[in-house]
């Protein structure tokens, strides 16, 4: 009696079951790249930030008057008058508790150039009679824009003093708008001071 063969082959016959479908790598890769992206942009606006803030923007512009500190302080602090004479701060006045100007205060500056009027609610950090006024204005939060503005007067000989009108821009927006600032502000920064010192010399008239 012959045996009955099987004729399938021993490796095929054997059930082990089905094997695992291997787990796609490219999803894992792709997780990979975008993490390490996000990473590297992070880095990178750090970075930039860091850069924009520590190499700020500075605009500065000087002039010359025939008057003593007292005399160009007391214009240069006279807000309610700046519409009658001021081309660049066309208005300020304190709108913080108390109403005086003196530091921690907060303004409301309308600024005037080519392209038109803007408004900033600067907070004034020095008040200092005869010798400096100086506030910082914020465009949206501290690392997008900031503006510290300074009057420093000082003086240079009889009845006759020097008045640096400067600001220094930090923030991220900055280095974008570094020409505009050069070629609409600055002017106008020259003119205030120009204004300042014809309205300084009107005055004095007066109140001889």
Do not use: C
């Amino acid at each position: 009696m012959t045996a009955d063969l099987d004729p399938t082959p021993a490796y095929l016959a054997a059930d082990s079951g089905p094997e695992p479908a291997p787990r796609p790598a490219r999803p894992r890769r792709r997780r990979r790249l975008l993490l390490g992206s996000g990473a590297a942009l992070l880095v990178l606006l750090a970075g930039y930030t860091t850069w924009s803030v520590n190499d700020p923007v500075r605009l500065t512009a000087s002039i010359e008057i025939e008057a003593s500190p007292d005399e160009v302080w007391k214009v240069l602090t006279d807000l309610p008058a700046y519409p009658s004479w001021n081309p660049f701060v066309v208005s300020s006045r304190v709108t913080s508790s108390g109403g005086r100007l003196e530091e921690g205060a907060t303004l409301r500056n309308v600024l005037r150039d080519r392209t038109g009027d803007s408004v900033f609610t600067p907070e004034v950090l020095a008040v200092e009679p005869g010798r400096e006024l100086r506030w910082l204005g914020r465009m949206g939060p501290g690392w997008v824009a900031d503006g510290e503005h300074s009057f420093v007067i000082e003086e240079i000989g009889d009845h006759r003093v020097r008045l640096t009108q400067s600001e220094s821009f930090t923030g991220v927006a900055v280095p974008f708008a570094k020409g505009k600032l050069r070629s609409d502000t600055l002017p106008q920064f020259r003119a205030m001071n120009e204004a300042l010192a014809r309205r300084v010399e009107a005055v004095g008239h007066t109140d001889r």
